[in-house]
């Protein structure tokens, strides 16, 4: 198993905090994505407000029930020592067959062992037409 990237960050491991988030997230397995979050994490997404792992599960769980063939990409925004900021775009669809485009920001801060343990996240989304994607 590989090392966790902890703070403080360099461009190289913010860079990487960034892909395995990216990685983890386009998984769509709630459980693997919530082992990056510490067990008392703090998030904001859009207006849902909660904190701790059992949470992100559901959260994530009833996420991607919702959004159909999530895939998604980050791209480092800036950070420091123990933050990040990202932006993010992400397509989906619904069970009618609607895709949307998500853009959004989010900004995390973690703890000495690497776990995040404060996200906050801010998006929006639009109706696309299939032929309009550019995230497979």
């Known amino acids: ?21 990216e990685d983890a997230w386009n998984s769509r397995d709630p459980e693997r994505v919530a082992k990056a979050y510490s067990e008392d994490s703090q998030w904001r997404n859009r207006t849902e407000f909660f904190t701790g792992r059992p949470a992100i599960i559901e959260f994530l769980t009833r996420k991607w029930a919702k959004e159909l063939d999530y895939r998604l990409m980050k791209e480092l925004w800036c950070f420091t020592d123990n933050r990040i900021s990202v932006r993010f775009e992400y397509e989906w669809h619904d069970d009618g067959g609607q ?9 995390w801060e973690f703890n000495d062992d690497g776990l995040m343990r404060r996200r906050d996240m801010s998006a929006n989304d639009y109706p696309i037409a299939e032929a309009e994607r550019r995230l497979r």
């Open 99 to 107: 895709w949307f485009r998500t853009h959004g920001n989010e900004h």
């Open 1 to 21: 198993m590989p090392s966790p990237i902890i703070p403080p960050f360099t461009p190289a491991t913010a860079l990487a905090k960034v892909q395995a988030a």
